[in-house]
């Protein structure tokens, strides 16, 4: 099952998520991440929008830890 959600954001463009299967919400919050992080490029912006989204807590925070591991700089070996 895929849903596409499409929230209107008061100050921001239609922004289109995709959460993908509930079950796997590990992956739809690392695709929805890559989308924030393309349109907002910093993760004070993206927390912002985040809590706007009218998504359950635990998808929303998903999507946070998503994003904030996608910006962080890899490990230094």
């Known amino acids: 099952m895929k849903q596409k959600m499409e ?3 008061t100050q921001k463009p239609a922004l289109i ?5 509930l079950q796997d ?5 690392a695709r929805t991440a890559e ?3 393309k349109k907002f490029h910093n993760l004070k912006e993206i927390k912002k ?3 706007e989204l009218d998504l359950p807590t635990e998808i929303k925070n998903e ?3 998503a994003t904030n591991w996608m910006l962080s ?3 230094s070996t």
Do not use: H, Q
């Open 17 to 21: 998520i995709d959460i993908i299967d």
């Open 35 to 37: 989308k924030l992080i």
């Open 73 to 75: 700089p890899p490990p």
């Open 49 to 51: 929008v985040v809590s």
């Open 63 to 65: 999507i946070i830890w």
């Open 7 to 9: 929230l209107e954001l």
């Open 25 to 29: 919400t590990s992956l739809g919050a």
